[in-house]
């Protein structure tokens, strides 16, 4: 069985940063993908980082491109989401996902096949 668990989520003032970390475990499968999305209060969903496992490219969030960076730890199974120049607008709870057989092309959240239960950020101004 596959499980996801995120963890470093906190309060945080704007301009300060946070590392998210994604403990994965029950893997299957050699071909797929892992990355971040979040959801704001009475907001979408928002993709922001995807990574293809078998070949490391990666897109990320206009929204976020150039502050969050995602990386993997392969010994520890582990992927973060190192967040730096946080603002109020990022403030979420943010989840990683593992999705098999697809590639990151786009942000599809249809091929996000598993994903934790999030952990909570916020920012404040």
């Known amino acids: 069985e596959v499980q996801l668990v995120e963890s470093g989520g906190g309060l945080v003032q704007a301009g300060g940063s946070l590392r998210l970390s994604c403990a994965a475990s029950g893997f299957m499968f050699d071909d797929y993908i892992i990355g971040w999305f979040r959801q704001a209060p009475e907001k979408e969903r928002e993709g922001i980082s995807c990574?293809?496992?078998?070949?490391?490219?990666?897109i990320t969030a206009d929204s976020v491109k150039g502050r969050f960076a995602i990386s993997s730890d392969n010994a520890k199974n582990t992927v973060y989401l190192q967040m730096n120049s946080l603002v109020p607008e990022d403030t979420a709870v943010y989840h990683c996902?593992?999705?098999?057989?697809?590639?990151?092309?786009?942000?599809?959240?249809?091929?996000?096949?598993?994903w934790g239960q999030g952990t909570k950020v916020t920012v404040s101004s």
């Open positions: 996902f593992v999705g098999y057989g697809s590639k990151c092309y786009s942000f599809n959240f249809m091929a996000y096949d598993y």
């Open positions: 990574t293809n496992v078998s070949d490391n490219v990666t």
